[in-house]
Structures are given as structure tokens and as C-alpha cells.
């Protein structure tokens, strides 16, 4: 366990109240360690943007506690909290660039409500567009830029403060995949080279797949799942896990009569043939209901639903036969989703 | 209408007002304008900033009563307001006739629509820009210092024309409490003593001061607003 930056604990969060109170966020418990890129991931309405908005306390948690960088956020007043902010940055899919103000001025802001002398801003800023790419941007207004370079720009921003932590709020949802792609790198990079922590709030699994080194899984407020991006996405454990990690689960429209098996790769397996020596070897023919392998990191992960013969003995001799194979988890499934 | 004394009537004004009308006109246009502004702006802001949710909520009754006071002005007719805050424009410039007499029930009467407008430019304003400003450290005076009326300033500055207009058309009830420009000869020469011509020409000049004043608004409006191309 590395050191915690952010540390929430028994947060909830209800809006309304009376019979109209919607609860958002149940009881959560989350750690972020300093360094991490760790991404909450879920669908829309799960509450994501109201758990990273509890981050900074842009939105007031009913109960619980906001533990960042060793300071309790709920605690503090105005006046510190304020100050405290100007260490947490963040990001928003929708920009929010001052649409009056030139592409420097933006990222000159936050140290102007710091106080810090024009000049100095200035410099620092064409440092930072230099940083993320940008350095002849300097006099463009946003509605000159692109998304991903008004993207760029609030990156630039939220680094000026010199923060050691960006909150990003769905910060590749309004873009394309390309763009998508070079945010993220953009952001892996920040990490890697400032140290910076980045907390991702997503509902897209190949982002979280792609930059991130640990996840929450968010659903219906409350967290689901939490681990090691390798350990959740390759062996989901609850149903809301699956229904991310396994997104097209339930749009197969065959009815399998047979005992169907789950397997989930891990690793270098995924590439053997399973199936066909299967066939070949123990004369068993098996039949892919689904199959979907990503590569996570370095390694290739992958999940598999197959149908196992009708023939009971031949069934239990291919369950015994794949849960001996190193690397991978076969796990007989009860309930298919439809 | 264009009978020998009815031109001679025009060219004598013309010769002998024109240039004092024009000026009293400009002055009791801008003038009200800018201290209606100066009233009017915060208050605006106020609207916004204060409500339920707002960056600086401010007690629920206080807004209250600034919602009902704002209306309550608004609904008053001009003229009936004209005459109950004369007691205020002899305090205030000394005198209740003549020109200077219409600054103070003009600023008055401007100020809570003012408000209004003011209210509705700033509401346009990205609430998403506003958060990203909160999540920065910005306390609620930077935000309106250095967020709202910057961001929405092209809408101010339209707003300010529209607002400068209206208050040019109230003006030219000034000839009611004895004030001059443009209104005043139109409704003393042409209304009062039927002077048609000089009604007409009277009526003209206050078109093309309307259309100068939304064109050079709108230009201004324009060339500040950076989020167009």
C-alpha cells in the first residue's frame, strides 16, 4: 500500500429530502494513493460525477468524511477550503474555458486568483502550452480550438496551480477516439513525469483499460467492486462488474439449452487453443456462445462463454479439463443474462 | 403643413434649438443610463448570485424582498413615478423643472429593469465555467469579478443599449416637467401648439438617434464578444 491522498469514508450523499430525497452515493469507502490513476467507472446515473464533485467538496457530502492529502475537507472553512482547492484540479467534459479569454489567459487564471504577478503567470503558462503541445496557441480564444485542444488547454490550466491531484469528470466523453486517445496519453503522461495522482470518472471501460493502474466500479450509488484494473476487468466478481467488464452479455439473443461455463483468461493463456484441443484430444466439441479478449497493461485478458455438451460425463470431464489449464478460471454459469 | 410660417418656425429651431436639444437629449439619455447602470448592476448580479444555490446565497427573505421591490418599481407608469420622486430630484440636483429635473425619476425608473436585464445576462453565463472557477479557489467576489461580468459582458454591453433606448423614448417625456431636447419640441411645438412639420422632423431626428445609438451598440457588442470568429 502506497501513501493516501484521498481517502473517503462512509460518504453518503442524498439530494432532496422528504419522499422526493434521491440517495446518489451509499456509504462509500475509497482510497487513493498518491501516484495512482485510478478510474471510477460506471453507467450514467450511478452517481461517478457526484462522487469525484465530493472530491473537492464542489458538491457538500450529507455524511462521511473527505480525507485529501491528510486534511479533512468537510471540516475546514470557507477560507481553507478555498486554499485546499487550489491543490485539487480538475477537468470537465465539457471544457469550461473562458470563452472570452485568450487560450493563455485561461490557463493564467487560476494563478490570478492566486495573486501571482502577471509576468511570472505568463511565463508559466507558455510553459504549460509548450507542455501539452500547444505553444502557438497562446492568443486563440476556445471557440478557435478544437475539442481536444480546448481540452489541451484546460489540462494546461488545471496544471498551473501546480496540484497533486486532477479529478477528471468525464474529461474524453465529448471527444473522438483519436483525440480521446492522445488526452489520455497526454494525462498517463502528467502522471509519469509530475507525479501527479489523476482520479478518472468514466463510463467507457477502454479508458479505464487504457490509463488506468486501479478502478472502482460504481453502480446505483454504491461501490461495487474495487482493485487492481487487472484483477477487476479480468475476473469481475459482482453482477455490476460484469455487466461493464462483459458489456454485450445481454444482447445474445440464443437460448442455450446446454450448461454453459464461463472462462476468464488471465494473461498468456488466451492465445492457446483451447477449444480445438479439446476437440482433437479428448474428442469433446464445445460451442462459443461469446467471446471478448482485450489487452489490459502489457497482458491480454479475455472472457469466453461457451456451451458444454449435452452428453453429462463428456460435460464434466471439459469442466474438469479447462479449470486445469494455468491461467485461466472456468467458472460454470447459473444465470445467463438474455 | 409646409406653409411659409411653418418652415420659417422649423428654421428658427432648428438655427436656434437644434444644437442645445440634441445635447439635453444625449445628456438625459446617458446620464439616468449610467446611474441606473451603477444601481442597477449589482443589484443584477445580486439576483443571481444571491438566490438558492447561487455562489453567495444570501437569506431567503432579503431576496425577497428585492424581487418585490423590483417589481413593484417596474409596475409603476413612468409619469406617476415622475411626479412622486420629484421630492427626491429636489434633493438630490436642487430643482424640479427643466432638464436636470428628469435625471433622478428617469435613473429610478431605469434601474429596476436594469436589474432585470442584468439578471438575465449573467444567468447566461456557463454554469459549468462558474464550477471550474469554485473548483479553483475562486471566492464568490472573484467569480463575479473575474467570471460573470467578464463572460458576460457582449450581453451587458447589448443589454445597455437596449436599456439606453428605452430610457432615450422616457426622455421625451421631459418636456412635461419643463426639461428640453429633442421629446420636448416635438411634444411643446408639434403636439401642444400643432405644428405638424414640426412634429415630422422632430420625430425623424429621434429615429436616426435610435438607430445610431443600436448600431453603435451592436457594433460594440460585436467586436467584444470573442466567442465569435
Known sequence: MGEPIIRI???CKTFGAGDGAVEALKDIDLTVERGDIFGIIGLSGAGKSTLVRCMNLLEKPTTGRVVVNGRDLMSMSERELRRERQKISMIFQGFNLLMQRTSLENICFPL??????????RKKARDLLALVDLPDKADAYPVQLSGGQKQRIAIARALASDPEVILC????SALDPKTTQSILALLKKLNRELGVTV????????VVEQICNRVAILDGGVIQETGLVSDVFSNPRTEAGRRLVLPDGDKIHVLPRNRLVRLVFNGSSASLPIISTLAIEQGIKLSVIEADTRSIGEKTFGSMVLGLPEDETEAARALIYLREIPGVTAEEVTEYVQ | MFSEANVELLLGIVKNDLA?????TVYMTFLPTILAFVIGLPLGILLVTGEEGGIRPLPKPLMKILNVVINLLRSVPFLILLVVVLPISRFVVGTTVGTPAIIIPLAIAAFPFIARLVETSIREVDQGVVEAAQAMGASPFQIVWKVLIPEAKPALISNFTVALITIFGYGAMAGIVGGGGIGAIAINYGYYRRRALVLYCAVIVLILLVQLFQSVGNTV??????RIR
Not at chain 1, 482520479?199 to 477502454?206: D, G, K, L
Open chain 1, 9 to 11: 469514508e462512509g460518504l
Open chain 1, 112 to 121: 490570478e486568483l492566486q495573486g501571482v504577478r502577471r509576468e511570472e503567470a
Open chain 1, 169 to 172: 469528470d468525464e474529461a474524453t
Open chain 1, 199 to 206: 482520479v478518472v470518472i468514466t463510463h467507457e471501460m477502454r
Open chain 2, 20 to 24: 442645445s436639444a440634441l445635447w439635453q
Open chain 2, 221 to 226: 457588442t460585436r467586436r467584444s464578444d470573442k
